[in-house]
């Protein structure tokens, strides 16, 4: 280390929701073509080489896999077929009604979508594999299909997750190096000793509601009794970024993620103007240059230590169109401000964990279960914990290997997601969260059904979720 005052964690946490063949616009897979277009293909580049930690769920690799095959060919007719069209459209539209600004800004926009397709084709529709060969990033894992751990109803179900979320990426990447996020940074007491089970060494916390935003432990990593340490991830830097109301991407130079043409392009800025690209772009460095300084200024306001900031890795790119941009300046800025970026590994070998206690928390507002278990969400969070139950009781009695079983455990898996809840509690998606979990309990229930009964197992609508799945741990003491 280079005897700075601290270092700077950066983690991307990056996920999708099982939507591979569940739906188009609005809602479904046209989400992941996007997260893809937009967001992760061109932080491939972004990334190589830079000293940051991005978490990779099962789930999402599990999707991104089946890009090699028929959702690739339907990610680049969408490409071709869907994007290009509309823009042009869009464009036209603008041009007739004297907005030769916006018009030119469309056009532009359409060549992200260009890229995208040569980049997909450079990495030869193989993303997993791109991001595995990347030099820099220390890449974690999570739970299998993103549930919230705190709220699933047996031990089995907790294996389940944890040790496909483990073994997925054991198979992927070559090795597990023990990182594990937290599906939304859900911890309760206790929890770190099924973790220590599978291997894990480190996980994220949200300790804010404990402690209050700013203060210094935020950035002390804490060393459990089971062994694994929990990093504290520092809300007073993370909401430089993601404070809805007074963080960066709110300010009015930037791409305005809801203003939209015919065809739901954006070509407005947050203040209402024609938006202008490189204007944003260079905003969006003065804010990295500012963000740099303020971490700076945080760790010696805390005496020293680990600042841990982590963000949704959709963010950049997609909600925050310049977000990329503002990654790169940060990456370029840190080090000048006398700020160390360094991997959660490597800051755990400079930071040692000190003892101490941690309370039951999330990162969700206000810091605990609501947006996941609440009379808004009762539905889901009933059918969740039902369908586990039958299924971990079904997998007692049933006969190693039995097609069924394995049906009704990836059902259940997709059910388990956070997402659904998430999104019907915001309103983000409609009826769409709720029909999916719906769905997937009824998927649940069939299988059983054809368990109980010898009968043929339906034909599966969820094709390439969790692959490395061991029913095995559904029955383990």
């Known amino acids: 280390m280079s005897g700075a005052r601290g270092g700077l964690a950066l983690v991307l946490h990056t996920h999708m929701p099982y939507v591979e063949g569940f739906g188009t616009w609005p809602f479904g897979e046209e989400w992941l073509f996007e997260a893809v277009a937009c967001v992760y293909l061109p932080l491939l580049k972004v990334l190589d080489g830079a000293p940051v930690t991005v978490g990779l769920t099962p789930v999402l690799c599990d999707q991104l896999e089946a890009l090699r095959g028929d959702a690739g060919e339907r990610f680049l007719a969408f490409l071709r077929e869907v994007r290009a069209p509309i823009h042009e459209m869009d464009a036209s539209g603008l041009d007739r009604g004297g907005e030769r600004e916006m018009a030119a800004e469309v056009r532009r926009a359409a060549g992200d979508y260009v890229a995208a397709e040569r980049d997909f084709l450079a990495v030869d529709r193989d993303l997993v594999a791109a991001f595995g060969a990347l030099r820099g990033p220390a890449l974690w894992t999570s739970s299998a299909s993103h549930a919230v751990l705190p709220l699933l109803a047996t031990d089995a179900g907790v ?251 990836r059902e259940l898996l997709a059910l388990q997601a956070s997402d659904w809840a998430f999104l019907h509690t915001r309103e983000l998606a409609a009826d769409y969260p709720i029909e999916r979990a719906r769905a997937h309990a009824g998927g649940v229930d069939a299988a059983l059904r054809a368990l109980a009964d010898s009968a043929a197992v339906p034909d599966p609508a969820l094709r390439n979720l969790a692959p490395d799945l061991d029913l095995a741990a559904l029955t383990v003491p």
């Open 159 to 409: 294996r389940l997750q944890v040790h496909g979320g483990v073994a997925a990426h054991e198979r992927r990447f070559g090795s597990f190096g023990g990182g594990f996020w937290l599906p939304e940074c859900a911890y309760e007491p206790g929890l770190e000793r099924d973790l220590s089970e599978h291997g894990v060494l480190a996980f994220c916390v949200d300790q804010t509601a404990a402690y209050g935003a700013g203060a210094p432990e935020h950035l002390r990593p804490v060393a459990t009794d089971a062994g694994p340490v929990a990093v504290p991830i520092d809300w007073k830097t993370i909401s430089l970024v993601w404070d809805d109301s007074a963080g960066y991407p709110t300010h009015g130079a930037y791409r305005n993620y809801h203003g939209r043409t015919t065809h739901d392009l954006k070509p407005w800025n947050i203040d209402g103007r024609p938006y202008r690209h490189e204007d944003a772009r260079a905003l969006a460095r003065e804010h990295g240059r500012d963000f740099a300084r303020r971490v700076a200024r945080r760790i010696d306001a805390a005496g020293g230590g680990l600042v841990c900031c982590a963000l949704d890795t959709e963010l950049l790119g997609h909600w925050w169109y310049e977000g990329q941009e503002w990654l790169r300046a940060v990456l370029r800025e840190a080090p000048a401000h006398g700020v160390d970026l360094v991997t959660l590994p490597e800051a755990l070998d400079r930071f040692p964990a000190e003892p101490g206690g941690l309370l039951a928390s999330t990162w969700g507002t206000p810091k605990d279960l609501t947006t996941w278990d609440a009379p808004r969400v009762a539905e889901i969070c009933f059918e969740q914990r039902r369908a586990e139950i039958r299924t971990v009781t079904a997998a007692a009695r049933a006969q190693a290997g039995a097609p069924a079983l394995a049906r009704a455990a």
